[in-house]
């Protein structure tokens, strides 16, 4: 890209910066679990993880304004605002699942936040909660209460972030469950533009970032069938693989597998062939 400078490589994207203002975010193909990217790609799942970004990105603004200023033709590449980002991750929950779930079990609490007794797995919350996390340099993130939050971003931030947030999931949920749908949970990245507009940046309600569930065969009690990297995890608990560096190699069947999930989320959630998308990314904008 000879009108950018690489400046970070991330698990999945590569960031470019074009000058003080703008920084180009490219979605490789590249997936993780464990924290541990894998050696196989999955194909097309960087241009994916940019649509429905952008396609949830031009459905948002009226919410919290956002970082992109332009689509790339090839279907993978955002220009985007630079950000100064908040330092926890703004993660939303409608569901008793993953790491709120074994909290749960603990405590029949997640985040600070006291839940009613007797909850299965799965299961709706009786409303959504805020439950942030850290930001972890190195292996998972970490869940934190909204004291610790709050005493990371200042108190009045942190207000602003946790009520944006929670519109989000409500907007993308009401959308997601129309489209067959349920967004379990999700995590946005927001950040403050130089204007002090808190903004949402990064990606938005993708696969990567939330857990999608189809509401046909939804029955809680137990883990979920999903649109996400769970395929992925699944597989590579059966190997055995100790979830260190360097991960096994996915066979055909988990490659193809898994792209079938990340596209079927997208013309899902989009109501968009994703194949209209490949010849025309500029169709999720309108």
């Not at 975010?25 to 970004?53: C, H, M, Q, Y």
């Not at 919410?63 to 590449?77: C, F, K, S």
């Not at 207000?159 to 959308?175: G, I, P, Q, T």
């Not at 013309?267 to 999720?284: A, C, H, K, M």
């Amino acid at each position: 890209m000879p009108d950018a400078v690489h400046v970070a490589s991330g698990k999945v994207r590569e960031i470019y910066a074009l000058d003080d203002e703008r920084l180009l975010l490219v979605a490789s193909d590249r997936i993780s679990t464990f924290d541990v990217v894998l050696p196989t790609p999955i194909p097309d799942k960087g241009r994916v993880l940019t649509g429905l970004s952008s396609f949830w990105f031009a459905r948002t603004n009226h919410i919290v304004p956002n970082h992109l200023l332009e689509i790339r033709p090839d279907g993978r590449t955002l220009v985007c605002r630079r950000l100064e980002m908040l330092p926890i991750e703004c993660v939303v929950r409608g569901y008793l699942a993953g790491s709120g779930w074994r909290d749960y079990l603990e405590t029949w609490t997640v985040c600070g936040h006291r839940l009613p007794e007797g909850l299965r797995e799965s299961e709706r919350l009786p409303a959504p909660i805020f439950t942030p996390a850290t930001k972890a340099t190195e292996g998972h993130d970490e869940n934190i209460d909204e004291g610790q939050a709050a005493a990371l971003c200042g108190h009045e931030r942190y207000r602003e972030a946790k009520d944006a947030s929670l519109e989000l999931y409500r907007f993308a949920s009401a959308r997601a469950q129309e489209r067959g749908i349920i967004l379990a949970d999700t995590k946005f990245e927001l950040g403050v533009a130089p204007d002090g507009a808190l903004t949402l940046g990064d990606e938005a309600l993708t696969p990567d970032s939330s857990r999608f569930w189809p509401v046909d065969g939804y029955e809680p009690g137990a883990a979920q069938a999903s649109f996400d990297k769970q395929f992925v995890r699944d597989w590579c608990e059966e190997t055995g693989w100790d979830k260190k560096p360097p991960g096994p190699e996915l066979p055909d069947d988990v490659v193809a597998g898994t792209r079938a999930r990340y596209v079927e989320a997208f013309e899902r959630l989009t109501g968009i062939s994703f194949d209209r998308y490949l010849d025309d990314p500029q169709v999720v904008l309108g």
